[in-house]
């Protein structure tokens, strides 16, 4: 059995649901030490965040990724015990065994590798990792990259081992992500008796023409990297619990997913203007999750991603920003170039979550010639 297997096998066998890291971090550190990297343990409340280093010089290629799992779910429903990382049938079976510890894996023996075919390389690798990314992601990435850009710690390139591939291994990279903005809309009614409802206001009723508007409404065309920005209504609340009562209030959860034509004060000012319009009584508070970012096509990040896949898999990667969010988010303010590349996502927090062993053996040696691409080329 492969390193690379094993490794991946040793991470996932331990529970570390978010935000636990629950040892994964010092069984990275313990890989990583004797290659020559400087170990930084940056922890921020209940989060573990690991900052190692190799090298003092540019280019500087960063590694990011996270340690921390979704819950497993009804672990009965399992075909194999979800922490047990067991292979079937040339398939890694676990829980992160996707998302994403088996990436991390193929860091580290890539890493690994290249190290040692290439002792005196010029450049700088870096690994950051997280166990916030499944959680609120408060005090992971974020904390990091803060801590960094106070003592200026710059770095060029940014590859973070998220599962983008769609059919097959590197089909997809994502070069970008939408930004989310979220919403928690009150409508203000007056609560009455259902049979006299001239006495009250139903903020059901006086909210749905605005609904419409919300819905019917082109915030923008997108661009040659983003699809149109979405709006989407997630939750609606209103109601006692019985059926003779006109609500006093409605509770609305909506997300806009936007791309890099829009701001979010641009999503807000539109918002309130329909709603304003619609005469409504209402509170509203925001919360901006993440703003869009993009690294362009012919950056050498993705130059040198596009020719390692095109080399171990025979055919060219596309360019997506497609999905959710993801850390890429924070690391994207620095101004490096961040681009994600990892396997297929197609169990990614499913029951039976898994990943071909074949593939990441493919993966490992794509990580590998981007490095060469990189640092030597």
């Known amino acids: 059995m492969s390193e690379t297997i094993q490794l991946a096998q040793q991470l996932i066998r331990i529970d570390s649901v978010t935000p636990n890291d629950k040892g994964c971090q010092n069984l990275i550190t313990d890989f990583l030490a004797p290659l020559g990297f400087k170990i930084e343990q940056m922890n921020f409340g209940e989060v573990s965040n690991l900052w190692a280093r190799y090298g003092t010089k540019g280019p500087f290629i960063v590694f990011a990724g996270h340690t921390d799992v979704v819950p497993t779910g009804p672990v009965e429903r399992w075909t194999h015990p979800p922490f047990e990382a067991k292979i079937d049938n040339g398939m890694l079976v676990g829980r992160g065994s996707a998302d ?128 149109p920005t979405s709006f989407q209504v997630s939750n609606i609340h ?77 055919y060219e990667p596309q360019l997506s920003t497609g999905g959710g969010t993801s850390d890429g988010r924070f690391i994207a303010t620095t101004g490096a170039q961040v681009i994600e590349l990892g396997p297929l996502n197609d169990t990614i927090h499913k029951i039976d979550e898994q990943v071909s062993t074949a593939d990441l053996e493919k993966l490992t040696q794509i990580y590998y010639q981007t490095l060469v691409n990189l640092l030597v080329n």
């Open 238 to 314: 209103s109601g006692t619990g019985t059926t003779n009562v006109i609500p006093g209030d409605c509770i609305v959860d909506f997300n806009f997913r936007f791309s890099t034509e829009q701001t979010p004060e641009k999503l807000k000012d539109a918002v309130h203007g329909i709603l304003d319009d619609n005469q409504l009584e209402y509170d509203l508070d925001w919360n901006l999750s993440g703003m869009p970012f993009i690294t362009p096509a012919d950056g050498k990040l993705i130059q040198a991603v596009k020719k390692a896949v095109e080399a171990e898999l025979g």
């Open 100 to 227: 994403m510890k088996s990436s991390i894996a193929c860091f580290m023996i890539a890493t690994q590798q290249f190290l040692s075919n290439h002792p005196n390389t010029n450049g700088s690798i870096g690994f950051l990792i997280t166990s916030d990314e499944e959680g609120p992601a408060i005090d992971g990435t974020v904390k990091v990259v803060e801590t960094l850009e106070a003592r200026n710690e710059k770095f060029d390139y940014c590859l973070v081992g998220e599962p983008s591939s769609s059919k097959k291994l590197g089909d997809s990279i994502k070069n970008g992500r939408r930004g989310s903005l979220s919403g928690k809309l009150r409508i203000k009614g007056i609560q009455g008796h259902i049979a006299y409802p001239e006495l009250a206001r139903n903020p059901i009723h006086t909210f749905a023409p605005a609904l419409l508007n919300l819905t019917e409404k082109v915030w923008d065309n997108g661009n040659e990297y983003f699809p």
